[in-house]
């Protein structure tokens, strides 16, 4: 990957992404500095330890500046908070971008607040696992993965293509569309999968008829598939909820009405319908196989891994 | 494990779990003789390739002649069928079991047709991938997973003594409840997360402002998780929800008002109430690693198995 490294990156945000960029910044040598920054100073102790970068600070101003590029990874409603503290101190010609799951928010968030004198271009890499914090990221977290860009009207062709190849030289595919649109494929792909996994746990866990430790037990039988996605950060998901609530909202209501339907079948014993619909799904998943975007094992695999007793 | 071995175990359905216990019972030795029984010629057919079994018919009432150990592996609305088919084959002290993921229902089809001279036991081997025939059963698929049993009231203790011991020496834990609360338990752990998941994937398949292939593109977001279960065999499916309706609908109910108070919270922005839910379930996630039911690495391990591109 021909990509003119950068002088100094800042990091504000060194969770599990944050610190999974850092990693391969390090191993790929992206950049000549890597300044990490966050609020907590317990975390940013722990990102010290695991020697994610050359500096380390808890204030987003100081670390933004000198920096040529700042990627901001933080729950998406820190957005307009981080964009104040970070405004006066860029200089000219810095790209700022970020790994927001939404997209309208976030620019609305930061946008107004940025100088005119940087690039700002809105970003989201789709990878990620249910763990958080620094010591979750690893290098190659992004190898194969998409990473969406939502640029401005305005956005300067040459920054864009910079980072474009930093984020090819992470392994992503980069693709483009307007903020609108990704937080509507988002919406399906992402959000409402995450909402809907958290919900069933919760209606899991509180049943009265079946005791937890029953649903824990029995869990491999389809369960335990949604109990990942609902072990994901809570803060970053409650952001997520708050920050694309027209798209969530009208996905929601989609999904409710689909459920209504299928309820109705079952409740009239309506094989046919019930038939028709568990067909059609199976050819999804094989696109999703053959797409290179899903491992091409049973189970995921998990057998190979599995604790045989 | 010293189980006495049977003399000649008939599988009725050579499906992934009829064909799975085909091949661990050649492996183990747990009986001088297997007959593999199933309606499709195709699929027999298929089944004598790869050598499941000693004799092969796609007669029911044939299989079944001078077997002392009787496994029904067929889809549970097919259970009374067999039944009748079987019932006067069954020679005087034969095990006859299944492996129907719903017991009420399969107890009510198949009991009132078997003579009294056979010792019915209901089971349940809590086991599967989401892809389904003779080819996708395998050696060790029941290693570590529960097998539950829902015994009748007058259950010979030595035939479930004999029946415990043959799961157990293929790996599985055995466990006992009631038919109705076996039920009850499958509909939340099982029947739930497989309908939600076949909505789930309906959903997106209808969406006309996203398109399909973004679906798939971006799947590794959330949504591809989903996409397994989706995948699982139709008619297996279709079965289960019409077969045990009551408490499926239950379980459908709860979770369409713990959805509808979510949809409440996204929509008036209670940041607070999202965040206590998505707080609590991840500790189900962590009992149920800890419970050895699922892998202890973040993303079912894929990443240890992905295509890195």
């Given at each position: ?181 990704h937080d509507k494929v988002l919406a399906i792909v992402s959000h409402l999968p995450h909402i809907i996994a958290y919900n069933i746990v919760g209606t899991a866990d509180d049943l009265q008829t079946v005791t937890e430790s029953e649903v824990i037990q029995y869990s491999a039988s389809g369960f335990r598939d949604f109990t990942r996605l609902a072990a994901s950060d809570p803060t970053m998901w409650r952001d997520v ?69």
């Amino acid at each position: 990957m021909s990509i003119q490294p950068f002088k100094r990156i800042a990091l504000i945000g060194i969770g599990l992404i944050g610190s999974s960029i850092a990693r391969d910044v390090r191993k790929l040598g992206l950049a000549s500095e890597i300044v990490v920054s966050t609020r907590s100073a317990a975390t940013l102790e722990r990102a010290e330890e695991l020697r994610l970068g050359d500096f380390y600070t808890t204030s987003a101003a100081e670390a933004v500046k000198g920096a040529d590029l700042v990627i901001v990874s933080v729950p998406v409603g820190a957005s307009e908070s981080v964009a104040l503290q970070i405004a006066p101190h860029l200089r000219p010609g810095t790209i700022v971008t970020d790994v927001g799951s939404t997209k309208a928010s976030v620019i609305a968030q930061m946008q107004p607040h940025l100088p005119s004198h940087v690039h700002f271009i809105p970003g989201h890499p789709l990878a990620g696992t249910e763990k958080s914090g620094p010591d979750a990221g690893f290098s190659g977290l992004f190898k194969g993965r998409w990473c969406i860009f939502t640029p401005l009207p305005d956005t300067d062709a040459e920054a864009l293509a910079r980072l474009r190849g930093f984020w090819e030289a992470l392994g992503s595919r980069v693709d483009e569309m307007d903020p609108q649109h990704h937080d509507k494929v988002l919406a399906i792909v992402s959000h409402l999968p995450h909402i809907i996994a958290y919900n069933i746990v919760g209606t899991a866990d509180d049943l009265q008829t079946v005791t937890e430790s029953e649903v824990i037990q029995y869990s491999a039988s389809g369960f335990r598939d949604f109990t990942r996605l609902a072990a994901s950060d809570p803060t970053m998901w409650r952001d997520v909820c708050l920050h694309n609530k027209d798209a969530i909202l009208e996905m929601l209501a989609r999904f409710s009405e689909d459920l209504a339907y299928l309820q109705r079948a079952i409740r009239w014993g309506e094989g046919d319908k019930l038939y028709e619909l568990f067909s059609r799904t199976r050819a999804i998943r094989r696109s999703i196989v053959e797409a290179g975007q899903d491992v091409d094992v049973p189970d995921f695999g998990r057998h190979a891994l599995d604790k045989k007793e």
